[in-house]
């Protein structure tokens, strides 16, 4: 079965409190950068065996939605490279 | 002639306060620093204390390394030698502001640890006078990123220049993989780098053996003779 | 907007129109659906919870306010209370837990006092769910309390099938506080400017209190879960130490946290403590996005927020105080005589009511006399107790790889248990102490909450947690000063339900009017139940105390061979209801029901005994009985003895109880043997029965009745289990 690399990035809810985004932009601010917004989150890199990229992007999405985000709170997008 | 400490306090810094009493106990003349200080030149001795300066957010020590007085301290550093020891979080503000070498990363096994450990020193320091190479001291540790790391390479380079300076080690003293309670590459517990050091256990919770050892009144009674020796010189 | 999109009956509306001559609109009738809802009303317990002795001689401030507090000498004083954040944790463990820890401490704050202990109950199912339930939990617990730099010195956690998808996360948070600093909610007056204090509003658990904690699960009830709350340690930190440090410049007026409800309950909370009016100006609330309705901004369960009231003239010195740390500081009102809350918002009246109403009439469920009085009724004890297996090698090595009886490392060593440095004895003893710098009196903090005793006679179990906790006080000679209690039960509008957390009231009344210790105050969460299957009532216990000499508390264990041990007041033989009996049977027995009067007389000589130099060690039993007490012991002694147990029960279904019933109010006492005799005339003189156990011997093994041995080193393998797995 061909593998495929897949990216997962996992970012708080617009309305959810991001407290280390919070401090990181103070800090910023202090250092008299022009910071605007800015909110954190996790960048996940994964392979995955699949019989293709579509069945891949559902297998990524069924991880990200069961275990790598918390649905309650985050939001994650998931991008799957299409050439193995 | 009473020595001079000052302990920074960061936002979110939490072990300020016993870090200051410790030094109280050793009769050190003390006083807390807020972080926005731009001026150390009354202090003989200052500590970064352990803690959450901003909440470990982002990499632990990461945004306290940008404070003011992170700048003056460098400066004080270069110019006159100023005796700095970082506990923990101080250790971690350290290394991410260039003045120890590695970098402190998230445990091994992902989770906050607070228990008590051993380390022994590695090497001698004129900054702790009475703390002999050999020594063991029994001293808590409570952080979820003290990892020590250095890229590969760098490792002999740390010890043949004298910088690796503490090492978790067993109850006999041995150097053994299964008592390294973070991964820390060879099981280093602090580093020192001219007149910095800094060490991730917290010597200012041990000192008295009702609070479960006194091994940290040795260790910070060792550094304030040393920076109490300094000033004199100095003055 | 209907009374029940905000968790109200329609007689509750009926009410509320009664009271206030006119319909409410939306915005008022969201403030009553927070302040009427069970979680900030109490109305299914407040009745009962009146019936909990509540006075005594160190008590400074009882129920109702946002913490007890004791007074520990001329000096200081303690403020503590239990909450639970049960819900919340189930829907995000880590941000659930770490709320929780947030939301304790800042009662405590309110209280004036500087948080110097937590201790985290915690309750889970047996499935692996649970276990990643579990971990979140200690991650958020731990993720808070150290961040913010307070040790989490004692804990208790506990494993039943029924908390598979209501899990209990109670926090317990202790403060201390000069007498001079006292201060609270109840001091505002008219003049005085309202201040916010802390995080920006924003969309953060909107009807937490009034949905999410006062309704069941159901399947298919995840549209009720609102906008989860995230914790924020490092800005809770700067918010503990602007908050302490007005306080302690004597900035305030009055103080009072914003926890379930928000903005909403604290106005309220303080109008009705101060007995004071407010004006607020929704308009100078700070928020994180725009667009927030009045509604939003009156409900939002933001954290890391305080309402302070202060005079005009000291505005400035706070706002200076609040700068220094980059903490926003808003004046958002006015406290104004008479009961009247005003909010204006755009420029408009957005609500008009009387804040009296909101806290003050919520309704209440009167206590049926009948129902009460019913728990007291002796029972019928059974001639022959449960049966019980014969006492084997591979019994105990069981029964210590039980969950409920493992060693607890896994989880506490995740917590700062050391900071502050006054933590003489933290997580790995059964009782913590803690020194207090300045003072000769320390601090002994214990909690219990066995609910498997009450699973099935909630009365028993009531009696038992509470007589549990102060039986581990008693084993370093503290002075019980006040108790907290967490009660945790499923829907009360079931009468089953319901019956079972009065039960348990009753039995907590009981145990702490016959001990004189009185209950400082506590939490309630309800409606603990998920698809109709409630939990076990279960009520968590937080025992605090006083000790002298807390530099050298009495030892929990053995130190060399030859040292004599005794069980003190040991228990008639049944096991109900302990966890040894639980895995022999698959269910839970009937719990013994204590004998109070002579449980109140132990523990008082123990308490006392406890204070002689005679005494060498004193150790509570335990969960697991007798037998994994004993390997507790052996655990934290020196590992190059063990001990030699003669039980005085012949049948080795009679060693079997005698060894894992787990009745409270039992101790292992080690003497030396000179001090024997002291030790049986100590207790014979004060009416206490005591069994000689044996003696400490100079091999690291455990034998009992030189039938049975076991080598220190596979005990200690099979207590230390991981939580990951059950051992089979």
Redesign the interface.
């Known amino acids: 079965m061909p593998e495929f690399h897949a990216v997962v990035t996992v970012i ?9 985004g ?3 932009k ?2 910023l601010q ?2 008299e950068f022009p910071i605007g917004d800015i909110r ?1 989150g996790r960048h996940i890199q994964l392979t995955v065996d699949a019989p293709d990229a579509g069945e891949a992007a559902r297998l990524v999405q069924r991880m990200a939605d069961e275990v790598l985000a ?1 649905p ?2 985050e939001l994650a997008r998931v991008r799957v490279r299409v050439e193995q | 002639m009473s020595v001079r400490i000052g302990v920074v306090t960061f936002p979110g810094s939490n072990c300020d306060h016993d870090t200051l009493w410790a030094l109280d106990e050793l009769g050190a003349e003390t006083a807390p620093i807020w972080y926005r200080t731009e001026d150390l030149d009354h202090w003989d001795g200052v500590v970064l204390p352990g803690g959450f300066s ?2 470990d ?2 990499r632990s020590g990461a ?1 306290a390394a ?1 404070a003011p007085v992170l700048g003056a301290l460098r400066a004080a550093v270069q110019t006159r030698s100023l005796p700095v020891l970082g506990i923990c979080n101080g250790f971690q503000i350290l290394t991410e502001a260039g003045l120890l070498p590695g970098a402190l990363r998230p445990n091994r096994h992902g989770q906050f640890r607070c228990e008590w450990d051993t380390v022994r020193v590695v090497e001698q320091s004129p900054w702790f006078p009475g703390l002999t190479v050999g020594m063991r001291l029994r001293l808590p540790i409570a952080h979820a990123e003290g990892s020590y790391y250095v890229p590969s390479g760098q490792l002999g380079a740390l010890f043949q220049s004298g910088e690796a300076w503490l090492q978790y080690v067993d109850d006999a003293g041995r150097l053994s993989p299964s008592i390294n309670p973070n991964g820390s590459i060879a099981n280093l517990a602090g580093v020192q780098r001219g007149s910095v050091a800094a060490l991730m256990p917290h010597p200012e919770r041990a000192m008295a053996s009702y609070l479960g050892s006194d091994d940290g009144r040795r260790l910070l009674g060792a550094w304030v003779k040393g920076v109490s020796q300094e000033a004199i010189h100095a003055r | 907007m209907h009374a029940e999109d905000v968790g109200l009956t329609t007689a509750e509306y009926d009410r509320i129109v009664k009271l206030m001559g006119r319909e409410p609109n939306d915005v008022e009738l969201g403030l009553f659906g927070a302040l009427w809802s069970e979680h900030c009303s109490y109305k299914n317990s407040k009745g009962l919870l009146k019936r909990l002795p509540n006075r005594g001689p160190h008590v400074v401030q009882g129920p109702g306010a946002n913490a007890g507090v004791v007074a520990l000498d001329d000096q200081y004083e303690l403020a503590f209370k239990v909450e639970s954040h049960n819900h919340p944790s189930y ?2 463990p880590v ?1 659930g837990a770490a709320t929780g820890v947030g939301g304790i401490l800042r009662d405590i704050i309110a209280m004036g006092a500087r948080p110097m202990a937590v201790a985290d109950m915690l309750r889970f199912g047996r499935d692996g769910h649970s276990v990643k339930l579990l971990e979140g939990v200690v991650s958020g617990v731990g993720q808070y309390g150290n961040a913010i730099g307070i040790p989490t010195v004692t804990g208790d956690v506990a494993f039943a099938d029924g908390y598979a998808k209501n899990p209990l996360v109670n926090v317990l948070a202790l403060g201390i506080r000069r007498r001079e600093h006292a201060i609270g909610a109840a001091s505002a007056r008219p003049g005085q400017l309202l201040v916010l204090l802390g ?1 920006r509003t ?3 658990g909107i009807h937490g209190a009034s949905l999410l904690a006062s309704r069941d699960f159901e399947a298919g009830s995840e549209d009720l ?1 609102p ?6 340690p ?2 809770g930190k700067l918010l503990m130490e602007v908050t302490l440090a007005a306080v302690h410049g004597g900035l305030l007026g009055a103080l009072q946290d914003l926890g379930a409800a928000g903005l909403t309950s604290a106005v309220a909370e303080l109008c009705y403590s101060s007995e004071v009016g407010a004006e607020l100006e929704l308009d100078r609330v700070p928020l ?2 725009p667009g927030l309705s009045s509604y939003d901004i009156m409900l939002s369960e ?2 890391e927020r305080m309402l302070l009231a202060v005079e005009e003239s000291r505005l400035s010195d706070l706002t200076q105080l609040a700068d220094q740390h ?1 903490l926003l500081c808003s004046v958002i009102g006015r406290v104004v005589p008479g009961s009247e809350l005003t909010i204006r918002h755009h420029a408009e009246v957005v609500a008009h009511l009387d804040a009296q109403w909101l806290v003050g009439e919520a309704p209440q469920r009167p206590v049926d006399d009948a129902l009460w009085m019913s728990f007291g009724a002796p029972v019928q004890e059974p001639e022959v107790p449960a049966a019980a297996p014969k006492l084997s090698v591979a019994l105990l090595l069981k029964v210590l790889g039980n969950s409920d009886v493992r060693d607890r490392k896994p989880i506490y060593r995740q917590y700062d248990s050391m900071i502050q440095t006054n933590t003489v004895r933290g997580p790995e003893g059964e009782t913590a102490v803690l020194r207090v710098r300045g003072s000769r009196a320390g601090i002994a903090l214990a909690v219990s909450g066995p609910a498997r005793w009450a699973a099935v006679d909630a009365y028993a179990g009531g009696q038992g947690a509470v007589l549990a906790a102060l039986t581990r006080l008693a084993a370093v000679g503290a002075e019980p000063l006040g108790m907290t209690d967490g009660i945790n039960a499923g829907n009360p509008d079931k009468a089953d339900s319901y019956g079972a957390m009065a039960a348990l009231i009753r039995g907590i009344a009981d145990a702490a009017e016959a001990a004189q210790v009185p209950v400082t105050g506590g939490n309630v969460s309800l409606h603990n139940e998920t698809d109709g299957r409630a939990i076990w009532p279960t009520v968590m216990i937080g025992a605090v105390g006083r000790l002298v000499n807390p530099e050298h508390p009495l030892a929990e264990t053995w130190t060399q061979s030859g040292q004599h041990l005794y069980l003190i007041n040991p228990s008639p033989l049944d096991w109900g209801g302990s966890a040894a009996q639980i895995m022999q049977d698959g269910e839970p027995g009937a719990m013994l029901r204590p004998d109070l009067a002579g449980a109140v007389r132990a523990m008082t000589a123990v308490a006392h005994w406890a204070r002689q130099d005679q005494a060498m060690a004193l150790r509570a039993v335990a969960a697991g009985g007798l037998g994994a007490t004993l390997v507790r012991m052996m655990a934290s002694g020196n590992p190059a003895v063990g001990a030699d147990i003669r039980l005085g029960e012949t049948r080795p279904e009679e060693k079997t109880l005698r060894l894992f019933n787990e009745s409270p109010v039992q101790w292992v006492a080690v003497v030396e043997p000179h001090h024997r005799e002291a030790l049986e005339s100590h207790f014979g003189e004060r009416g206490v029965p005591v069994l000689p156990l044996g003696t400490v011997t100079d091999e690291a093994l455990l034998q009992i009745d030189e039938r049975y041995r076991w080598a220190r080193i596979d005990l200690l393998q099979a207590w230390r289990h991981p939580y990951e797995e059950e051992p089979s």
Not at chain 1, 12 to 20: G, N, R, T, V
């Open positions: 708080l809810k617009p309305e959810i409190l991001d407290p280390a919070e401090a990181v103070g800090v202090h250092m954190i918390n309650v709170m | 901003y909440g957010y982002l945004l940008k | 829907v995000e941000q995080q924003g969309r953060d879960r906008t989860v709350q995230v914790g924020d490092f800005l994180r996005e933001t954290q980059e």
